[in-house]
């Protein structure tokens, strides 16, 4: 079957379509047989300076619009993303690879939550009355920052346009989005999506690019705001590069989170959660528990239990519903999860299951379980990104504590126990900004999501993230005479 994907052009601003043929050639693949199924063009600097000029000549009008008139286009969006989920999610999969299965359910589904929820909060971004006593009180009011770039990981390519797009814009913010050049057809359809519920020219603009064309962004003095979800190396640059200008950000960065699993568990809730936090979107999921650490004395168990349900994936054709586990999103990415698959082997973690390539076209790797993994081995201490788990022993709850935090991540952590007490103490003890417990790896709208330590700084979604997008200014008003001491 010949996949045709090809948008009606590479970039989308000031309320259209638009095509420079002088950017460099980017081609579009995808990831279950290796064939190209677009052509694209990065952007040139000239497109770039086009995204920005418009986002800036928009932003002061949509402003002023009230919140309720921002949120209600912002609501239509929701409903235009949830009446063609089938179409987004066949996109989705195209450009990710991920199976149908899970897109239909996870992507623009949950893109269409964000633009419902900030499309609610948008008429009521206040401030606060503060009195003091004497008369005198302050007044803060809520501001927008003005433009904001959003740079996305390949990942989510849908929900990660939609999850920085949808709080921008409630504020009153407009946005230039760069997807990852990986992906790069997803975010071209939320802007087509924004600009048909009647989102203003130039408030919603996506241009394409690798690292350069997002350094670009980052670096012009009109833009305010830089919001990336990537690489903590990425985010190191970036952040840097934002703080020259003194730029507000929000870095959603990548993570080796810690899963504890005592012996009092729920073993089959537990197995399952460890699947949702490994193998979900085939391991590429930033917040992912890939640190399992087991309790001696249910160990065997745990990994009989767990071999014997990974041995029910179904590999294939993404793009058919019954596949539940599809290809590395890259032939680069591939590569770079088999190299880690050969450090475990190399030194000498024992391989439960898989460890190689599926013998199939396209960039499928078997999900792959290591037991007795040490706290120094690399596949316990790199951030993988695919299926790769790396099971560890453990016997008591403190050190199982200082062990999981042990790493310079602070993503996500889990804790499955039947003990009430104790898993509240557990979960409060360990170094992550999103945590779970008895469960793993949900990520709804209305709960605050990010990291602490190296993966991140502030907030998506929940009102969390309009603090993140929005600035209070304060204003003391004086209600007698002013005294001085001279
Ligand atoms: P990268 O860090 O390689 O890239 C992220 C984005 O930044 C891409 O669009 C990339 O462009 C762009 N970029 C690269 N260099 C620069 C630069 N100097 N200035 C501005 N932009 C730049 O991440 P991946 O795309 O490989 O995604 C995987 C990573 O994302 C993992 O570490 C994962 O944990 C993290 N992630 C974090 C999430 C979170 O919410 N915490 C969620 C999802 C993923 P391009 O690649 O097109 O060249």
New binding site residues.
């Given amino acids: 079957m010949t996949i045709d994907a090809q948008p009606v052009a590479s970039h989308f601003i000031d309320g259209k379509p638009i095509e420079d043929e002088a950017g460099e050639n980017l081609q579009v693949i995808y990831p279950a047989t290796g064939e190209e199924v677009a052509s694209l063009h990065y952007a040139t600097p000239a497109i770039v300076e086009k995204a920005i000029a418009a986002a800036k000549a928009a932003q002061q009008d949509w402003a002023a619009m009230t919140g309720t008139e921002r949120g209600r286009i912002l609501r239509r969006a929701a409903d235009i993303m949830r009446d063609r989920n089938r179409e987004l999610s066949q996109l989705e999969t195209i450009d990710t690879g991920k199976p149908l299965q899970e897109t239909l359910v996870a992507d623009a589904t949950s893109a269409a939550d964000a633009l419902e929820y900030f499309g609610g909060l948008a008429g009521s971004l206040t401030g606060e009355h503060i009195p003091l006593g004497n008369g005198d009180f302050v007044y803060t009011s809520r501001h927008p920052l003005g433009v904001v770039v959003g ?6 390519p849908t929900q ?1 346009a939609c999850w920085k797009g949808a709080p921008a814009l409630a504020c009153g913010n407009t946005m230039v989005f ?5 992906t790069p057809l997803c975010a071209l359809k939320v802007a087509e999506i924004l600009s048909e519920a009647g989102a203003p020219d130039g408030v919603y603009n996506v241009i394409q ?7 670009s ?2 670096s012009d003095p009109r833009v305010a705001k830089v919001s ?8 190191r ?2 952040y840097a ?1 934002a703080a020259a200008q003194m730029k507000h950000v929000t870095m ?4 080796k989170s810690p899963m504890i699993i005592f012996d009092d568990a729920n073993i089959e809730d537990a197995v399952s959660g460890a699947i949702l936090g490994n193998f979900y979107s085939s391991g ?4 992912n528990g890939t640190r399992v650490f087991v309790q001696s004395s249910i160990k065997q168990r745990f990994l009989d239990r767990l071999k014997e349900r990974l041995e029910t994936v179904i590999m294939g054709d993404p793009l058919d519903e019954v596949t539940n586990f599809g290809p590395m999103v890259s032939a680069q ?1 591939c590569e770079i999860v088999m190299g880690y698959i050969e450090k475990g082997k190399a030194e000498g973690a024992q391989l439960v299951t898989g460890g190689a390539r599926a013998d199939m076209p396209g960039y499928f790797i078997q999900p792959t379980v290591f037991a007795d993994v040490k706290d120094d081995m690399t596949i316990a201490r790199e ?1 993988i ?1 695919g299926p790769v788990m790396a099971v560890l022993d453990f016997e008591t709850e403190e050190e199982a504590i200082s062990r999981a935090n042990d790493t310079e991540f602070g ?1 996500a952590a889990g804790v499955f126990t039947n003990d009430l007490t104790r898993a509240h103490r557990v979960i409060g003890q360990l170094e992550a900004g999103t945590g779970y417990i008895n469960t793993y790896n949900l990520a709804p709208v209305e709960a605050p ?3 602490i330590k190296a ?2 700084v502030g907030r ?1 979604n929940s009102k969390e993230a309009i603090n993140h997008y929005s600035e209070a200014r304060s204003v003391y008003v004086a209600m007698s005479e002013v005294e001085a001491p001279y």
Avoid: D, M, R
């Fill in positions: 740079i996305g990981a390949w990942n989510y990660i760069k997807p990852s050049e990986t690019g690798a690292g350069e064309v997002g350094a962004l980052v990336l979800t990537g690489s903590v190396p990425t985010g640059k970036v590069a959603e960065l990548g993570g590429q999921v930033c917040s990415q951030e990104f993503l999501f990010g990291g993966s991140g998506e």
